[in-house]
């Protein structure tokens, strides 16, 4: 049987979570099953409501389909589906082909030749040339054959688990386009956020190819900035338009060929007539950086997510570090609470109520429209790890995992890496100032006015450090600088971006040039010690041991020594004071803590 259309099945556990995402993946479904239609009025994307290794054996068998056809998924879950479909598929005698689309080059493939995990876009670059000119992509079909059979009377559903149900704070209704197989009304329709239960999107970005297609069209009439695009030199606090592309998400959700994209704008920088920039600065460039973090995280799997067991990723102990199971392994849906001062910063950085309001801005700009800046990203991200909070680089990710829309594992994994100076990049002493820093592109404070509007009426002078402004000021301003960020009922995350604009903007929650110095003293400890995941002294606990003798060693005494008096005097500082019982959190609940057995790193800390 041919069906003549596309078949689209959801994830294992059903669709993707968070209203933004999902409305972008929604978009990206209904212009391709309008494309599919143009070309033959009869087929468009037949949507099935089951995870794939339980529908594909009934479904194959009742549609008598001869041939699965699907783009190669080298992600640790995508890879462990594909395996299973295949295997299931085979048995079945259905003939399986599988192509390489998503990255300019199979990530498989430069890990052979590279020899391993790329970890630098120097190895890329060097494997790439081995193996030749980048695949140019194929032309789109001009005709479909109609649909087959596409009978479903005989088969039962198997509902995907819907518990824990991670959108319930994303809901205002109940979710029923899983009430039939073929959707609601029986006609494999693409659902609707209604259906899903899901409250309406929040972000003006659209997705869909004819989208796609569009904003790079407009992208390469502007010849110049085609070719002399180099991403360290756009402004982060530019908005409406942004300075970079905003293609990214439409790469994630397969709305825009990465192949198409590099081939033309390689045409434009090859015909332009002056000096065009060149990777990794260029926008070709970008392609190659996404498929270095593609190709770093295929072999590892999915202990590419984690510090423990990393042969590639530094070991620091971080504050909130991910929980480690008796087993060994690590639940990625849990985190210790070593520090509840760190566990208050980790929220507020979330929220976007730091008292920073360059850091606030880009925190509600990524919650509201699911993208930000490069360099927004590495200031946030810097900022949560090595440059002020010393949180676990994988509390970050997780966040931008659920609220970005152009989200890849392996690039948000590499990217955290990278700006916690755990893996890719090393110098850690190159911090982001939360002040100095957006004032290079934005001394007026535009951004901060645009997504943080509780300080629009603020002075120049004072828009990125609120706190030094005289209260009398800050009454004519229409906001005052108090508290920590909640609301009346305790909460940070009612705050910024629905409701009323708020009349009060919290203080900072520390020192900034304070906590730079002590990550960084951290940070230099680290280094020395030079520790990484895989490190069986990391699994043993013998690190323990080592970090106070190198901090003993490289002046840090005195530092626990202070802990040492804070304890006694009750103090709450996460880097020193008193040992707090430990908890863990689940990542979709952080509200609702739960006992946890002291570990190894938990009776480090507690030390400290």
């Given at each position: 049987?041919?069906?003549?259309?596309?078949?689209?099945?959801?994830?294992?556990?059903g669709?993707?979570?968070?209203?933004?995402?999902?409305?972008?993946?929604?978009?990206?479904?209904?212009?391709?099953?309008?494309?599919?239609?143009?070309?033959?009025?009869?087929?468009?994307?037949?949507l099935l409501?089951?995870?794939?290794?339980?529908?594909?054996?009934?479904?194959?068998?009742?549609?008598n389909?001869?041939?699965l056809?699907?783009?190669?998924?080298?992600?640790?879950?995508?890879?462990?589906r594909?395996?299973?479909?295949?295997?299931?598929?085979?048995?079945?005698?259905?003939k399986?082909?599988?192509?390489?689309g998503r990255?300019?080059?199979?990530?498989?493939?430069?890990?052979?030749?590279?020899?391993?995990?790329?970890?630098?876009?120097?190895?890329?670059?060097?494997a790439?040339?081995?193996?030749?000119?980048?695949?140019?992509?194929?032309?789109?079909?001009?005709?479909?054959?109609?649909p087959?059979d596409?009978?479903?009377?005989g088969?039962?559903?198997?509902?995907?688990?819907?518990?824990?149900?991670?959108?319930?704070?994303h809901?205002?209704?109940?979710?029923?386009?899983?009430?039939?197989?073929?959707?609601?009304?029986?006609?494999?329709?693409?659902?609707?956020?209604?259906?899903?239960?899901?409250?309406?999107?929040?972000?003006?970005?659209?997705?869909?190819?004819?989208?796609?297609r569009?904003m790079?069209?407009?992208?390469?009439?502007?010849?110049t900035?085609?070719?002399?695009?180099?991403k360290p030199?756009?402004?982060?606090?530019?908005?409406?338009?942004?300075?970079?592309?905003?293609?990214?998400?439409?790469?994630?959700?397969?709305?825009?060929?990465?192949?198409?994209?590099?081939?033309?704008v390689?045409?434009?920088?090859?015909?332009?007539?002056?000096?065009?920039?060149?990777?990794?600065?260029?926008?070709?460039g970008?392609?190659?950086?996404?498929?270095?973090?593609?190709?770093?995280?295929?072999?590892?799997?999915?202990t590419?997510?984690?510090?423990?067991?990393?042969?590639?990723?530094?070991?620091?102990?971080?504050?909130?570090?991910s929980?480690?199971?008796?087993s060994?392994?690590?639940?990625?849906?849990?985190?210790?609470?070593?520090?509840?001062?760190?566990?208050?910063?980790?929220?507020?950085?979330?929220?976007?109520?730091?008292?920073f309001?360059?850091?606030?801005?880009?925190?509600?700009?990524?919650?509201?429209?699911?993208?930000?800046?490069?360099?927004?990203?590495?200031?946030?991200?810097c900022?949560?790890?090595?440059?002020?909070?010393?949180?676990?680089?994988a509390?970050?990710a997780?966040?931008?995992e659920?609220?970005?829309l152009?989200?890849?594992?392996?690039?948000?994994?590499?990217?955290?890496?990278?700006?916690?100076?755990?893996?890719?990049?090393a110098?850690?002493?190159?911090v982001?100032?939360?002040?100095?820093?957006?004032?290079?592109?934005?001394?007026?404070?535009?951004?901060v006015?645009?997504?943080?509007?509780?300080?629009?009426?603020?002075?120049?002078k004072?828009?990125?450090?609120?706190?030094?402004?005289?209260?009398?000021?800050?009454?004519?301003?229409?906001?005052?600088?108090?508290?920590?960020?909640?609301?009346?009922m305790?909460?940070?995350?009612?705050?910024g971006?629905?409701g009323?604009?708020?009349?009060?903007y919290?203080?900072?929650?520390?020192?900034?040039?304070?906590?730079?110095?002590?990550?960084?003293?951290?940070?230099?400890?680290?280094?020395?010690?030079?520790?990484?995941?895989?490190?069986?002294?990391?699994?043993?606990?013998?690190?323990?041991?080592l970090?106070?003798?190198?901090?003993?060693?490289?002046?840090?005494?005195?530092?626990?020594?202070?802990k040492?008096?804070?304890?006694?005097g009750?103090?709450?500082?996460?880097?020193?004071?008193?040992?707090?019982?430990?908890?863990?959190?689940?990542?979709?609940?952080?509200?609702?803590?739960?006992?946890?057995?002291?570990?190894?790193?938990?009776?480090?800390?507690?030390?400290?």
């Amino acid at each position: 049987m041919d069906l003549g259309s596309a078949l689209c099945l959801p994830r294992e556990g059903g669709f993707e979570s968070m209203a933004v995402p999902t409305a972008k993946r929604l978009d990206c479904q209904s212009d391709l099953s309008a494309s599919l239609t143009r070309l033959n009025p009869r087929s468009k994307l037949f949507l099935l409501r089951e995870a794939p290794t339980t529908l594909l054996p009934k479904l194959l068998k009742a549609w008598n389909i001869s041939h699965l056809v699907f783009e190669k998924d080298t992600d640790a879950y995508g890879r462990e589906r594909d395996e299973e479909v295949t295997k299931l598929a085979t048995d079945a005698g259905v003939k399986v082909v599988v192509r390489m689309g998503r990255t300019l080059y199979d990530p498989d493939q430069l890990v052979h030749i590279n020899g391993g995990p790329t970890m630098s876009i120097t190895q890329v670059q060097k494997a790439g040339a081995k193996i030749g000119k980048i695949a140019k992509p194929i032309p789109p079909p001009t005709y479909l054959p109609d649909p087959g059979d596409t009978d479903l009377s005989g088969i039962v559903q198997e509902k995907p688990l819907q518990t824990p149900d991670i959108n319930a704070v994303h809901r205002d209704n109940e979710e029923f386009s899983y009430s039939h197989i073929a959707g609601p009304d029986g006609t494999f329709s693409v659902p609707t956020m209604a259906e899903l239960g899901l409250k309406p999107a929040t972000t003006k970005i659209r997705g869909g190819e004819t989208i796609a297609r569009q904003m790079l069209d407009d992208i390469l009439a502007n010849k110049t900035y085609t070719a002399t695009f180099e991403k360290p030199n756009t402004a982060p606090t530019a908005f409406e338009p942004q300075s970079t592309t905003l293609l990214s998400p439409h790469l994630h959700f397969g709305s825009l060929s990465c192949r198409e994209f590099y081939w033309r704008v390689q045409e434009v920088v090859d015909a332009f007539p002056g000096k065009a920039s060149a990777p990794p600065t260029s926008l070709t460039g970008q392609l190659l950086f996404r498929d270095m973090y593609f190709a770093a995280q295929a072999p590892l799997s999915y202990t590419f997510g984690h510090t423990l067991g990393n042969p590639h990723c530094r070991f620091i102990p971080w504050h909130l570090p991910s929980e480690v199971l008796p087993s060994g392994t690590v639940n990625a849906e849990a985190y210790t609470v070593d520090s509840a001062l760190a566990e208050i910063w980790f929220q507020r950085w979330k929220w976007g109520r730091t008292g920073f309001p360059w850091i606030d801005a880009l925190m509600r700009q990524l919650r509201q429209e699911g993208w930000i800046h490069h360099l927004g990203r590495h200031a946030v991200a810097c900022f949560l790890t090595r440059g002020g909070c010393y949180i676990d680089w994988a509390r970050g990710a997780n966040v931008f995992e659920e609220w970005l829309l152009d989200h890849e594992a392996s690039c948000n994994i590499g990217n955290w890496q990278w700006l916690s100076c755990s893996a890719f990049y090393a110098l850690y002493y190159r911090v982001y100032s939360p002040i100095a820093f957006p004032k290079k592109t934005d001394a007026e404070g535009r951004f901060v006015r645009r997504y943080v509007p509780e300080l629009a009426n603020y002075p120049v002078k004072y828009i990125y450090e609120p706190w030094k402004c005289p209260p009398g000021e800050q009454k004519r301003a229409g906001c005052l600088v108090e508290g920590d960020g909640k609301d009346d009922m305790g909460r940070w995350d009612s705050q910024g971006v629905e409701g009323q604009v708020p009349d009060t903007y919290p203080m900072p929650m520390f020192d900034f040039d304070e906590r730079r110095e002590v990550c960084l003293r951290k940070m230099k400890v680290a280094y020395k010690l030079g520790l990484m995941g895989d490190d069986a002294r990391v699994k043993s606990g013998e690190w323990v041991a080592l970090f106070e003798q190198a901090e003993t060693e490289s002046g840090e005494e005195g530092e626990v020594a202070k802990k040492k008096k804070k304890e006694k005097g009750g103090a709450a500082e996460p880097d020193g004071g008193t040992a707090r019982p430990r908890a863990k959190r689940k990542l979709s609940a952080p509200t609702a803590p739960k006992a946890k057995q002291q570990s190894t790193l938990e009776a480090f800390r507690k030390k400290k």
